[in-house]
């Protein structure tokens, strides 16, 4: 009788129907679990918050065959690459507000000074001179089917994008959502690049065509260096050149 007094006494103390009505939030940083242990309540371990490393799998993609105009390819896939024109983005600016610039050269200084800036502070000892030193790398793209500027998509790239966009000729529908990103390879170096702001080229001596920024961190020269393009299965990967724990073979 002592006994069940003693329980009964405990049970009124601890009050165990208003700790079943406890939230947990692992956000907050809270120690559940060692707060009522002490009370006997049966507690459930939160689940770790999932991670994502940079682990030997980071690089890894899938076979994906791809629709072209005229021809379909396979990837992974290796061939040749034109340089392509700068994109508008989101954070370049024209004035009375248009999203596009009138011509190809309109404000396209800051616009270059700005991706270089970003692009020496992934690739130290880069030389702004070497890298936009031909005409096409310092216009923005000629108004084929849109505005200057605009690739195939109304849909403008960040300035962290464009500078590492790619683009095939894609047919139609093939063509991947905008900041699809994908894995470009070449002698041992890789660039996680996006596509689908832009459609082209024509020419099926070309796979596609690279922004001189993708070219520049590959060591690869436009139309004659042989580059391999992979699916990227990590789409949370950033734009830019990236070490893969195992090189890809060209």
Known sequence: MKTNLIILSLVALLGAPAMAQVDFDSSSGFDLKGSIASAGADIQEPVAERVVEKSANACEGYSLKMRLRGRSVTLPASGLWTLESHLATKEDSFPNSRSFPRNVRENIP?????????????????????????KWAKEWTPPEHGKAGQGAVSARPSAEEEMWIFNMMWSGKAMPKPGTKFLASFNGKNVVVVGGYERGPSSKHFLGGFQKEVLWALGATEDSSRVKLSTLSDQNLPPGPIKCPQQPEN
Do not use: E, F, N
């Open 110 to 134: 800051g616009h270059i000074a700005k991706s270089c800036d970003m692009l020496a502070r992934l690739i130290p000892g880069t030389d702004c001179g070497s890298v936009y030193d031909s």
